[in-house]
């Protein structure tokens, strides 16, 4: 050590128990991320209606094979289809995170560089900010919910303990996806081409996840194979917690799923950090 | 060996950039698609010097010298390739929570302020995120606002600020925790004359009253006399000068110049020296350093003066002269 910096003649500052200055970060983060959103109203408008975009054509094609048949597509009926896409436009806004093509931004502009300098891992940032910004897409979704649901006539009744499932998935849904988006996005510190790795990602969990269309109209292989990956818990499975006829024991085991990808997710985040950050030649500033 | 006494140590501290290389054109793409060309670039080179607590020192040299490169390694924004580097007892590049609540680092040419909101806003974020209490934070935040009088300031947007009043904002936010080390990189760039002095005294301020260590590198040579005793100076990633900022030009000037009245104005003068200035009978000779006092006695002896200076060459020649020389 080349100095005892104990005895240096600076004023130091004490320090709040380490969980509750966390919490308090969180809170910080989150209510500075509202106070950011609401700085744009229409953009945000703009934004959601972008967002419902998707999920209404699939409910107009959906519900017009359903009634096209009979009233219901492999047992799902028209107005099931119509819990599944609008519970799907939550769970879609839910699922935005610090996404990966954003890394290479962020590390070409500086602000890793800013965020690198601060006693804070990056990861409880983007948590944090993401989680504060979900509190103003929510409370923009909830007329558009209603809009929906007076039109398409949803097949919505959720048991108490399914609500109670429904808001630890979500969650969960959202540390999954913020892990590995991270992941990927840390691909950039070795290749200029992390964009086709991206595309990769997207392309598999539209397919595999349930957000283009429910995982029951897919072939049982499908299925099966979907159980083994991390996208399905991302959204099908929030979704069918609410919608879908789930048993306890289904709901648990579901969450406990969550649970195992939030900690593969973090395993595979710490370490591609610790490469990574090594790797990082701060050329943004 | 480390100084005991010392707060930054550096010991042969390198760092080598791997860069991508490849010709111009289709066929120099297509390739590269097999086979990628690097270069290895030296941007640090076993560079070593000690700073003790307190001390404000200037980091010198032109662009792509190895100044901010050497910062960010110290900072931990980069791991070193080679050599060692403590700061206020840490290893820069473990990045420890504990070395980063005592250290800052501000880039001039960078914003690290939320810009969509107020920097009151992006302040109260930052005393989340260094964990500080209250009370400490509200002395801190007023104590900064006022030395650099920007409390009009924070209620803005920070996208509503000018590029000086940014910059000022920017110091607050980044001083809040009260650092005992400060990196400040290019602080004044781009800046206005005012607001340049303005930031100069805060930043002399701050370390009269914090004990703070400050290492500085700046183009503004304005910037390094009114702050920096000390200077080191860097130039390809190696350190050409390392000591007092007076003791420069005797090291690297070798001239000296004389200001010289005469009663004849229109004397000719070139045989005492390089006259590099004549305006209104006042001539500025350039004579190397071992004969000034020879070549002022001549004047004396020769000629009837009116008035007689000599004097150190300007810093920023001396700089250049430093650069020039690359011994």
Not at chain 2, 165 to 184: D, G, N, S, T, W
Not at chain 2, 267 to 275: C, Q, V
Request: proline fraction near 4%; include cysteine; charge should be neutral.
């Amino acid at each position: 050590m080349s100095v005892d910096a104990a005895e240096l003649p600076v004023a130091q500052l004490r320090e709040e128990g380490r969980w509750r200055s966390l919490l308090d970060f969180y809170l910080t983060t989150m209510r500075t991320a509202v106070a950011e959103q609401l700085q744009y109203r229409v953009t945000n408008y703009f934004y959601m209606l972008g967002m419902i975009a998707e999920p209404v054509i699939q409910l107009v094609v959906w519900t017009t094979i359903a009634d096209q048949h009979g009233g219901s597509v492999n047992g799902i009926t028209a107005g099931e289809f119509a819990a599944y896409y609008i519970v799907w436009t939550l769970v879609r806004n839910m699922n935005i995170v610090f996404g990966a093509p954003f890394w290479e931004w962020r590390i070409r502009e500086g602000q890793l560089s800013g965020q690198l300098l601060r006693p804070m891992h990056i990861l409880h940032y983007d948590l944090a900010y993401f989680a504060g910004w979900k509190f103003v897409v929510i409370g923009l979704w909830v007329p558009i919910a209603i809009g929906l649901s007076l039109v398409f006539k949803p097949d919505l009744h959720p048991t108490p303990l399914e609500i109670v499932v429904f808001v630890f998935a979500i969650w969960g849904a959202y540390l999954i996806r913020s892990m590995f988006q991270g992941v990927i996005g840390m691909l950039n510190f070795w290749t200029t081409r992390g964009a086709a790795v991206f595309d990769l990602y997207m392309a598999t969990e539209l397919l595999l996840s349930g957000r283009l269309v429910p995982l029951q109209l897919m072939p049982g292989w499908v299925q099966t194979l979907a159980n083994f990956l991390p996208f399905k818990w991302t959204f099908g499975f929030p979704i069918e917690v609410l919608v879908g006829h789930m048993s306890p024991a289904s709901l648990m085991l579901g969450l406990g799923v969550q649970v195992l990808w939030i900690g593969i997710g973090y395993v595979l985040f710490k370490f591609a950090w610790t490469a990574a950050i090594k790797r990082f030649s701060a050329v943004g500033g | 060996m480390s100084d005991p006494a010392s707060i930054i140590h550096v010991s042969e501290l390198t760092k080598i950039f791997k860069v991508p290389e490849r010709e111009a054109g289709l066929r120099a793409a297509a390739k590269s698609l097999v086979r990628r060309k690097n270069r290895e670039v030296s941007a640090v080179d076993g560079i070593s010097f000690e700073i003790a607590p307190g001390e404000v020192v200037g980091f010198l040299g032109p662009n792509g010298a190895g100044k901010t490169t050497t910062l960010k390694m110290l900072a931990g924004l980069l791991y070193p390739s080679g050599g060692e580097a403590r700061v206020l007892g840490h290893v820069p590049s473990r990045r420890e929570r504990d070395y980063l609540r005592r250290m800052t680092m501000v880039m001039g040419n960078r914003n690290q302020l939320q810009w969509d909101i107020p920097a009151l806003d992006s302040f109260e974020l930052n005393r989340a995120i260094y964990r500080l209490r209250r009370e400490d934070f509200l002395e801190m935040r007023d104590e900064l606002i006022e030395l650099l009088d920007v409390g009009d300031l924070v209620r803005k947007p920070v996208r509503n600020l000018s590029l000086g009043e940014r910059m000022k904002v920017e110091i607050v936010a980044a001083l809040l925790h009260r650092p005992q080390v400060l990196f400040l990189d290019e602080p004044t760039i781009g800046l206005d004359v005012t607001m340049q002095k303005r930031i100069r005294t805060f930043v002399a301020e701050y370390n009269l009253r914090h004990g703070a260590t400050v290492l500085l590198t700046s183009h503004y040579m304005a910037d390094v006399e009114a702050l920096c005793k000390r200077v080191i100076v860097i130039h390809h990633g190696r350190i050409l000068f390392d000591g007092a900022l007076s003791s420069l030009g005797d090291e690297f000037a070798a001239y000296k110049t004389i200001g010289v009245v005469l009663e004849n104005g229109n004397a000719p003068l070139d045989e005492y020296g390089e006259i590099i200035h004549r305006e209104e009978g006042r001539v500025t000779l350039r004579v190397p350093k071992a004969e000034t006092s020879r070549v002022a006695a001549r004047l004396l002896n020769d000629h009837d003066v009116l008035d007689l200076t000599i004097e150190e060459p300007p810093i920023e020649d001396v700089i250049e002269l430093v650069f020039a020389q690359e011994r």
